[in-house]
């Protein structure tokens, strides 16, 4: 079984710190991604991680995620994407020290989009290194956009994209938060299960982000999760807090943990 995984920015940046990695919080995750694989050794994984303090910091006031015409835009957009790159290579360089046999696939240099809508993407690269047993990791980046010039997608709007051909039994998105709470800013009450039926009693419930996320916090994830529940009703997916010890090594071998999002 492939698994996608999602390490969210709170979980691998400090987000209310500009350009800060919690390199310590990387080191665990790492381990426990390399536990897990070595007890399950039938399941594949494709990695994607959020910008956190990094990529939200250097897009917050450009509006970028959204468009590129002027040309601050545009210098924003190339720091935006430098800011991108510098974390994906912490996290690659971790990963790798950890004995996780990662490869990292950028999206800003094989997509291309038209209207925030991928268009292209030859992710025949990332499908050769899963069949020859490598993690791909990919990261929200810069696009380029035929009809917008430029735009930002996040790691589930690629994880969107990517799940119509690679199937994956299950997605995985981990953050800083215990799970979807129902009470923001109290965060008392986590949503245990959120489906088709129910999100529309939870819509207004769901925060956005309390710190900088230029695409759109977790009303957007389960937006997203929700639209990918109702094409492939058979993907387990969940979100939790990754930075609880085990959390991440419990949630790849099939513990349900955090909320849950399904058809029913």
């Known amino acids: 079984m492939l698994i996608f995984l999602k390490l969210g920015g709170s979980l691998v940046t400090a987000k209310d710190q500009p350009y800060t990695a919690r390199v310590d919080m990387i080191k665990q995750v790492a381990s426990e991604i390399l536990s897990a694989l070595k007890d399950h050794k039938e399941l594949k994984l494709l990695i994607g991680h959020g910008s956190g303090s990094f990529g939200h910091y250097a897009a917050k006031d450009s509006g970028t995620r959204y468009g590129v015409t002027t040309d601050l835009q545009w210098r924003s957009f190339q720091q935006v994407w430098y800011a991108a790159r510098s974390l994906n290579n912490i996290i690659v360089d971790e990963l790798n ?30 499908l050769q290194s899963i069949n020859h047993g490598m993690i791909p990791i990919i990261h929200g980046d810069v696009i380029f956009d035929q009809q917008l010039g430029g735009v930002i997608l996040s790691t589930e709007d690629l994880f969107i994209s990517l799940v119509d051909t690679l199937r994956p039994g299950m997605i995985l998105i981990a953050g800083k938060e215990e799970g979807v709470y129902s009470d923001y800013p109290h965060n008392k009450e986590i949503i245990p299960l959120i489906t088709l039926d129910n999100s529309h009693a939870f819509s207004e419930s769901i925060h956005t982000s309390g710190t900088i996320d230029v695409t759109g916090g977790m009303q957007e994830k389960v937006k997203l999760m929700l639209a990918v529940i109702q094409k492939y009703p058979d993907v387990q997916i969940q979100i939790f807090c990754g930075e609880r010890p085990g959390n991440i090594l419990h949630s790849i071998a099939g513990k349900m943990i955090g909320t849950r999002i399904a058809i029913s």
Do not use: D
């Open 97 to 126: 020290r950890a004995g996780l046999p990662v490869i990292s696939f950028q999206p800003s240099a094989s997509i291309t989009a038209n209207n925030q809508k991928i268009k292209e993407w030859n992710i025949t690269p990332i």
